[in-house]
């Protein structure tokens, strides 16, 4: 659904993007992370055909997104982070005019658009269709731009921070309707988010950018692997707490009772998280780029060994 291999992006003499490489396969749910500056919506951007690239290749559903036509359009998603059009509108005839304009796309194998009271119910408009679009609330307005972007039955969904504004059920709601658009509708799904959180429990796999590279591509537990395999094991014994880290930490826990027994309090076992795997990788691209290209690696590996007792000790 996305083949990205080399992408490169230059505003002046600044490489935003500097040899991206990646890949999204049908029904995949992929989260694009990365600190602020990295490079994150630039992708996105190119992705969607809104952004010429500087240089590499680029595939989308098949086709080079400069050269996208309506059709391909049409088979696109795309969430912004904010809706600020068509306060007079009311959501259901909003929808229904949106969706409009997609019924030339609609196949026998894909019926476009949504039908409009399904999509109400998928995105929890239903009890407020007759609402004008200027009188939702910010939770509910982000709804409506999740039901905009998706009203054309999308085989590919961008979602560009897409719970911002969200409260915990509203959020709650939204990872349901993430994990039904890629389950039963087949639909691909590329986000951008800053919640950790999320990104572990929506994505298949998470892709970190930072230093203009792809530094890490896996699973939320692949990505927390890349990080020293020592856990840390925190106890307490006779009113001194006591912190240290063990490669096996059941087997160390065993041998800490064996020894000392009842005498030891407030055991803690704590692996490396999401977090900790990410802040390393930020900081090892980071470290990478500034002792230079031809140390990245070692610099890399030594911030990798580093930083995950310095993270799990916050």
Not at 37 to 52: H, Q, Y
Not at 216 to 241: H, I, K, N
């Amino acid at each position: 659904m996305i083949d990205v291999r080399d992408l490169r992006m230059r505003y002046g003499s600044h490489d935003v993007l500097n040899g991206v490489t990646f890949g999204v396969a049908r029904g995949e749910v992929a989260a694009l992370l990365g600190p602020n500056g990295a490079g994150k919506t630039t992708t996105i951007e190119i992705l969607e055909g809104f952004r010429k690239r500087s240089g590499g290749d680029v595939s989308v559903l098949g086709t080079d997104p400069v050269r996208g036509t309506e059709a391909w359009r049409a088979r696109i998603g795309v969430v912004l982070q904010s809706w600020r059009d068509h306060g007079r509108w009311r959501v259901r005839e909003l929808l229904a005019h949106l969706g409009s304009y997609y019924v030339p796309y609609s196949t026998a194998e894909s019926r476009r658009p949504w039908d409009v009271d399904e999509l109400l119910a998928v995105a929890g408009l239903t009890e407020l269709a007759g609402k004008r679009v200027r009188q939702l609330s910010g939770g509910q307005r982000r709804r409506l731009d999740v039901a905009i972007g998706i009203v054309g039955r999308p085989e590919l969904i961008f979602l560009d921070e897409p719970t911002a504004g969200f409260d915990p059920e509203a959020r709650r709601e939204f990872h349901d309707l993430v994990h039904r658009l890629a389950d039963r509708e087949r639909a691909t799904i590329l986000l951008t988010t800053h919640d950790l959180d999320e990104a572990e429990k929506l994505a298949d796999r998470i892709l970190v950018l930072a230093g203009g590279r792809i530094v890490a591509d896996g699973s939320a537990d692949r990505l927390t692997q890349l990080m020293c395999a020592q856990a840390e094991v925190r106890w307490s014994r006779d009113g001194q707490r006591f912190v240290h880290s063990a490669a096996e930490p059941a087997r160390f826990v065993h041998e800490l009772f064996r020894q000392y027994g009842e005498s030891v309090d407030d055991l803690e076992v704590r692996r490396a998280s999401l977090e900790d795997a990410y802040i390393a990788l930020v900081r090892a691209s980071e470290q990478g780029r500034q002792v230079g290209e031809g140390r990245r690696a070692a610099a890399v590996s030594e911030c990798l060994s580093n930083v995950s007792l310095k993270g799990a000790s916050r």
